[in-house]
Structure formats: C-alpha cells, structure tokens
C-alpha cells in the first residue's frame, strides 16, 4: 500500500471519523492507532539490528537503554522503568547474562536486592545501538514536522498522565 493510499485510510478512517462527543470510533483508540506506529518502529528497528550483525532483541535493548542511562540497577527498578512484570525482566536478563551483556550482583546495602549491571561488552554496544535506533526513528518520521511531533508527544504524555496520576501517587 502506498505511503499517500495508508494516510488516506488514517486520515479517512482513524482521524476525521468522530462520534459526536469526540471519541474515536469503537477499534480506532488512540491505542490502537499508537499500537500500530510502535509495533512498524518495533519490527524496522529488530531489522535494522540484524541487518548490522547484533544479535539482541528489541526488547533487550529496552533494558540495556534503561542500564546505559543509569546502570546497576534493580530488577524491580527495570520492571518499573521498562513497564514489564518480574517474570519477563527475569527471563529477559537471564538471555542478557547468557550474551555476557549484563551480569547480577547482590546489593551491599540490601543482599535480597540483585542489581543488573552492565558488562564491558554492552558498554561497546551503547554508540552502535543508539546510532540505528536514531537512523530507524529518522526514517520513521521522515515528512513529520516537529510541531507535528510536538504535537503527538503532548497528547499521548497528556493521556498517560490523566490515567496514571492517581495510581502512581497512591502506590
């Protein structure tokens, strides 16, 4: 389908077809819509990766991202930064462990508390990784001005907060 035929169905099907009391129409939420643009980023970006010889899934180089912004971290503290359950984060840095990309150690101040921190060889994957994720997003949003872009991060922020305000501050 071509680039003007798919936004011509967003255009037509997803953004001018309000109800009355401005909702999407049942099954284009902006969930759905957000889902679609996250999942096409998701597959070019596992692409891009593999196409460069890493052998690390997208959702590895979440967690990765979150270690080079801030390392040794918890894997309750990846589970909260990385919105995944304890049994994924646990399955994804045992993969990580096994890449020799991250290793655990137990906390000094609380030994009930792994912390994940990175190894040399993930520390060497940082500029890579970041440079095709920004190439992938450069794709992505070729055409897309940054009023338009500004645009899209105020609403989706504006809707994460309205439905997280209340339970983040009462947890």
């Known amino acids: ?64 991202y979150h270690l080079w912004k801030e390392d040794c971290l918890s894997q309750q503290e990846l ?15 045992d993969n990580l462990e096994k890449q020799k990309l991250v290793k655990r150690m137990a906390s000094k101040s609380d030994r009930r508390i792994n912390l ?10 940082q500029e890579m990784t970041i440079l095709i994720a920004n190439q992938t997003m450069d794709e992505a949003l070729e055409g897309i001005s940054r009023d338009e ?6 609403v989706f922020q504006r809707v994460y907060d309205n439905l997280t305000v209340g339970i983040l501050v009462n947890n």
């Open 1 to 64: 389908m071509a680039v003007s035929a798919k936004r011509t169905y967003f255009e037509n099907s997803c953004i001018t077809n309000y109800m009355p009391n401005n909702q999407f129409k049942r099954g284009e939420l902006y969930s759905v819509i957000n889902g679609m643009a996250s999942t096409a980023v998701a597959r070019r970006l596992q692409k891009n990766f593999r196409q460069a010889g890493l052998e690390i899934t997208i959702e590895q180089w979440s967690v990765l």
């Open 116 to 125: 994940v921190c990175l190894t040399q060889a993930a520390v060497d994957l």
């Open 79 to 93: 589970c909260n930064r990385t919105f995944r359950d304890k049994p994924s984060i646990t399955r994804l840095i």
């Open 149 to 154: 872009i500004n645009v899209v991060k105020s």
